[in-house]
C-alpha cells in the first residue's frame, strides 16, 4: 500500500470510500492500521525536515476530519489510535492554548511524580509553551524515539490530570458544575495517558500493531 501514497500528507481517495455507505467494521480497521504503518514507516526511513514540519502542521491548514476518518475509531493500544491521540492532543492544545496552559501548570505545581519532567515543557508554562511542546511531541513521533514521544504525551495527559482534579477540588463547593466538569475532564485525560503509555511499551517489544 505504501508505494501508492506519494506524499506523507496527502491519502488516496479510495481509501475514505470504505467510510461511505454501510461500514464494514473489518475495513475500517485494516484501513486504520494500513495507513498508519504506511505513513509512519515511509517517514520515519527518510525524516525530511520539510515532510515532517507538513505533517506536524497537517491538521492546522486541512482540518482533523481526515484524521480522524482514518484512525479515530481504532482502538486505543493501537498504532492508528496512538497517532489519532497525539494529534487530537495538539488540537485540543491549539484551540485553547491559554485554558490548557493554567492547567498543565496547576498540574505541575501540584504533582508529586515525575511527570512535569518527562513531559518536557518548558517552565514556567504559558500558552506559547504548550504550543511548542504539543509541536515537539507530534515531531518526536515521525522523526525521533517513538516511545519516548508517546512517554511524553503520556506524562503530559497525567499532569493535565492532576491539574485538573486540583482545581475540581477548588471549585467543589462553589461551582458543583464546574467542578464536575473538571473531574470528568480529569479522568479522560488520565485514561488517554495510560492508553499513550501502553502504546509506549508495546512499541519498545515490536508489538504496536
Known amino acids: 500500500m505504501a508505494e501508492h501514497i506519494h506524499k506523507p500528507t496527502k491519502f488516496p481517495n479510495r481509501i475514505f470510500e470504505a467510510f461511505q455507505g454501510g461500514e464494514d467494521p473489518a475495513t475500517i480497521s485494516r484501513v486504520a492500521h494500513e495507513t498508519a504503518h504506511a505513513l509512519l514507516s515511509r517517514v520515519r526511513a527518510d525524516p525530511d525536515p520539510v515532510v515532517v514540519e507538513r505533517l506536524v502542521a497537517y491538521t492546522d491548514e486541512n482540518g482533523i476530519d481526515a484524521v480522524a476518518e482514518l484512525w479515530s475509531r481504532a482502538t486505543p493500544r493501537s498504532l492508528p489510535g496512538a497517532l489519532w491521540r497525539i ?5 485540543l492544545i491549539r484551540q485553547d492554548p491559554t485554558g490548557t496552559s493554567f492547567l498543565f501548570q496547576r498540574g505541575v505545581e501540584v504533582a508529586r511524580t515525575i511527570d512535569p519532567v518527562i513531559a518536557g515543557a518548558a517552565q514556567p508554562t504559558g500558552p506559547e509553551e504548550i504550543i511548542v511542546l504539543a509541536d515537539a511531541i507530534l515531531r518526536g513521533i515521525f522523526s525521533g524515539d517513538f516511545a519516548v514521544a508517546l512517554e511524553r504525551a503520556g506524562a503530559f495527559c497525567r499532569v493535565m490530570s492532576t491539574g485538573a482534579t486540583s482545581l475540581a477540588d477548588d471549585a467543589d463547593a462553589a461551582e458543583p458544575e464546574r467542578a464536575s466538569e473538571l ?12 492508553e499513550l503509555n501502553a502504546c509506549a511499551r508495546l512499541w519498545r517489544t515490536d508489538s504496536l500493531d
Do not use: W
Open 87 to 91: 494529534y487530537l492532543l495538539r488540537l
Open 183 to 194: 473531574t470528568r475532564r480529569g479522568l479522560r485525560f488520565a485514561e488517554m495517558g495510560a
